[in-house]
């Protein structure tokens, strides 16, 4: 085995594996990974290739000098530091090379047939350089190698006394080796005020994660480093490296953000290896640490071989002078690499529990998508049925849904219907934990967050934003008691991981995906078009730990033949190492519940003409602030109803009933409705007693004479005037009513279930009420329904009242009756999803590589 981060790929080749399948502990590496600027500076650079590298690297070495506050004149860059390391001894005439030991093995091998001296560090002191001990073996023309911090050790020397232990020894170089100093926060350079006989170097390579682009450079005094550039090889330094490390320079967020992790995750990984028995660390300032076995049976050898069977790799140190098998050396890794490591050394040595891992290890799969509307939340109802259906105890789970769309819970909490449909997916009550975040537009920049069912206040992007980090905690709390109470859990995302300016304070895609170890299945509607364009688009502005969350592509709504796609899924498996893993079909008249109101606003899912028996004609006014629009879903299942969305007063013209559905801004979209002239001809009809009308929740407000809003909830506007065709006041109020509710309506006999959700309160005379409360009101006095004495005009607080197959039939017969047609009686449509989730899993299944997603979840 070789001895340096290298031997990745002769550790590979030995288990026949691929270098990709091993976690590499051996190297010290960043890691967050590469920046995510990289892959698109790589791009623009790609033109350049066919030019020859600038071989004085002017650019990227005034960018270095810019850095340090030196001149362009000490800066050298090299092909990685390593190969300025090996030309130093030559430039600097050293007679003797000291190394303190244990320090980088390369140092001793820059050295040539030079002699080298090793005094020893002591590992009571945890190996801390000692100066007087460097003092006590250094002679006239030696060079001093010093690592800072030190590899292995990750001990850092003081700066100011290596300054003064230099000037103090002018007959004397030395070779400060700051490879890994990027990771200490807070850390001084000696390459600023550095006497004449010192030399300084820095690797890009490590820090910005970039070990196959091989950048680094040296800062020295302007002799040596003229001697230096001499030396080195012509365009030793490849054109994609010099773009790269000047935009390196330039991310000093990447660099904070790197150096906090590091110390963060550093202190976890160190707790943790100390709680294992017969291990013992070393306090380290770097992205590493020193750990030696003192469990009797073990070397560092052995216990190599033994992790390797596990995919794991590690860095043996008995080739450090000053160490022996009992030493090993690990990076400091990402979050689950390193729970992976004390899983094994756990299992191995033994110890209190892995304290590492703190999150729940429930399989999990998280469905995300191109854009909004790809079909996530359809697709992760897929997934939990078909879950379901193999005997798995699934739960679904969106941590942020941002939806006009919402239902009300037994114990009276409000939540995202998505989730509501995947809950009946799994077979479960809505349970509120599924989606503990529901945000409501109010505004084009603003909206009500409801936080574990209930409101928490009206808020703009701004405050949200600062807000989110007390939201994902609960929303983590969430997803921790589901993981624990069920054998899986389908998480869906939200929008696209792609979007840059959402992706800094993201707490529902990639985060939540890492948080739950929960590997992402990308999907795409190929039926917008540019479906495989979003994929490699998507891929291309992810960080390097969000790529290695996806594990496929599932490419939706696609009409037409399958293998004709061939071509496509090659080429998206080139450029992102992905496999496409299926293609659903577009589905027709599914007849679930749409995910948000595009489709609605679309009228995607409406029969063609051909498709309909001669009937009646329902039109649904389309609010710009419009919720809850799934209340009308049951419509599209009766042979006789066209369901049609009015934008206009024209849209209007024919219609046997005129619904105005549920606002989210009531007053804002009652004026609407007067500037369009929507609500004149409303009334216009109404009054000639051309259509019914009807208005659930907010349109039942709307209905009334007028709206007033003392505490300003909705506008600056304290009294609005309502299309006045029922003798109705509604008062807004803070408190919202979240209740689920049975009540007789009194004209069919019926009984009707639903749920209310509104601020309202609305006051009828009792000669006007349309419902009866089944169970007790409590004494509240606010309608739940009125009707005009005729019954063409109505209006209700109930949400899902056409959910009843008996009472939606007898409302469209009795549009029938009055249009001059024979009503057809009986239930004709059954509105029941769980047909509608048996086939939808079915065509899911038949279509997306499920061993694949099983084989990733763990099951």
């Known amino acids: 085995m070789t001895k340096h981060g290298g031997n990745i790929y002769g550790l590979a080749a030995q288990l026949d594996t691929d270098p990709e399948d091993i976690l590499d502990f051996s190297a010290n590496i960043n890691p967050l990974g590469p920046p995510e600027w990289l892959r698109a500076e790589i791009s623009r650079a790609i033109g350049l290739i066919s030019h020859y590298p600038d071989p004085d690297c002017s650019k990227l070495a005034a960018a270095i000098a810019d850095y340090h506050n030196v001149t362009r004149r000490q800066i050298v860059v090299g092909n990685g530091s390593t190969e300025l390391l090996h030309l130093l001894p ?38 801390a350089l000692n100066l007087e001990v460097i003092e006590e073996t250094v002679r006239p023309d030696d060079l001093v190698y010093l690592g800072r911090p030190n590899n292995p050790t990750g001990d850092l020397p ?58 680094g450079y040296a800062v020295a005094d302007s002799e040596t480093a003229a001697a230096l550039r001499e030396r080195r090889l012509e365009w030793s330094v490849n054109t994609l490296a010099q773009k790269v490390g000047v935009a390196a320079l ?71 002078t000053g160490l022996g098998s009992p030493f090993f050396r690990v990076a400091v890794r990402p979050h689950h690499e390193n729970q992976r490591l004390m899983e094994s050394l756990t299992s191995i040595f033994g110890g209190p529990g892995n304290q590492y891992a703190k999150k729940p290890g429930t399989p999990a799969v998280m469905l995300q998508g191109t854009s909004s509307n790809a079909g996530k939340s359809v697709l992760t109802a897929a997934l939990c049925r078909i879950l379901l259906q193999d005997g798995v105890r699934v739960v679904p789970f969106k941590s942020q849904n941002m939806s006009l769309n919402s239902f009300v819970t037994r114990d009276g909490d409000e939540m995202g219907r998505a989730q509501v449909v995947q809950a009946q ?15 409501k537009p109010n505004t084009d920049v603003g909206c009500q967050v409801i936080m574990r069912g209930q409101p928490v206040g009206n808020m703009r992007v701004g405050k949200y934003v600062n807000y989110k980090k007390e939201a994902f905690d609960a929303a983590k709390q969430c997803y921790n008691s589901l993981a624990q109470e069920y054998d899986a859990v389908v998480l869906e995302g939200a929008g696209s991981p792609g979007e840059v300016n959402l992706k800094d304070h993201d707490i529902v895609n990639m985060r939540m995906a890492h948080y739950a170890g929960a590997p992402v299945l990308l999907a795409g509607d190929i039926d917008r078009g540019g479906v495989y364009a979003s994929f490699v688009g998507t891929m291309e502005v992810l960080a390097e730990w969000e790529r290695a969350l996806v594990t496929g592509f599932i490419v939706n709504r696609f009409r037409g033949d399958a293998s004709l796609l061939g071509a496509a899924h090659s080429y998206v498996l080139r450029h992102t190492g992905r496999k496409v893993l299926g293609v659903v079909p577009y589905l027709e008249n599914l007849n679930l519940p749409e995910e948000d109101s595009v489709e609605f606003k679309n009228n995607r899912n409406a029969p063609a003409a051909a498709d309909r028996q001669v009937g009646v004609v329902i039109a649904v006014v389309d609010l710009p602030h419009i919720s809850n629009f799934t209340d009308f879903d049951a419509f599209r299942i009766e042979p006789d109803v066209s369901l049609t969305i009015a934008r206009t007063p024209r849209d209007l013209q024919g219609a046997d009933a005129v619904i105005i559905p549920g606002s989210k801004s009531v007053i804002a979209d009652l004026y609407r409705l007067r500037e369009s002239g929507m609500a004149d001809q409303i009334v216009k009809m109404a009054a000639g007693a051309q259509a019914e009308v009807v208005g659930l929740c907010a349109g039942f407000q709307m209905l009334g004479k007028d709206i007033i809003d003392p505490n300003r909830l909705e506008s600056d506007t304290e009294r609005c005037t309502g299309l006045g065709l029922l003798p109705l006041h509604t008062q807004l109020a803070s408190q919202k009513k979240l209740k689920l509710v049975t009540a007789h309506h009194k004209p069919s006999g019926m009984n009707v279930k639903g749920y209310e959700i509104h601020h309202g309160r609305t006051d009828a005379g009792e000669d006007m009420s349309l419902f009866n409360p089944v169970a007790d009101n409590h004494g509240e006095r606010t309608s739940l329904g009125a009707a005009s004495s005729d019954g063409r005009i109505w209006g209700t607080y109930i949400h899902g009242t056409f959910d009843s197959d008996r009472f939606r039939r007898w409302f469209i017969d009795r549009l029938r009756r009055r249009r001059g047609m024979e009503p057809l009686g009986g239930v004709t449509a059954v509105y029941d999803i769980e047909p509608a989730l048996d086939r939808l899993a079915d065509i899911v299944r038949d279509s997306v590589d499920m061993d694949h997603i099983y084989h990733v979840m763990g099951l």
């Open 250 to 320: 330039r991310d000093g967020d990447y660099a904070r953000r790197s150096r906090g992790k590091v110390v963060e995750l550093r202190a976890r990984l160190e707790r943790a290896l100390s709680g294992i028995n017969g291990l013992k660390t070393y306090p380290s300032t770097a992205n590493f640490i020193l750990v030696r076995i003192e469990a009797n049976d073990w070397d560092a050898r052995k216990l190599e071989r033994k992790l390797l069977e596990n995919g794991i790799a590690i860095r043996v140190c008995d080739n450090f």
């Open 90 to 127: 030559q430039v600097l005439n050293a007679s003797r090379i000291v190394i303190p030991a244990p320090s980088y093995a390369g140092y001793g091998e820059s050295a040539g047939k030079r002699p080298i001296v090793e005094p020893r560090l002591s590992e009571n002191e945890n190996f």
């Open 158 to 215: 003081n700066a100011q006394e290596l300054r003064n232990f230099a000037f103090e020894h002018p007959d004397n170089s030395f070779v400060i080796d700051e490879s890994f100093l990027g990771f200490v926060p807070n850390a001084e350079s000696l390459a600023v005020g550095m006497p004449s006989n010192m030399a300084v170097l820095r690797s890009m390579t490590k820090f910005y994660a970039i070990p196959g682009l091989r950048l």
């Open 425 to 439: 997916a799994c077979r479960l009550d809505p349970d509120v934990r599924m989606n503990p975040i529901l945000l």
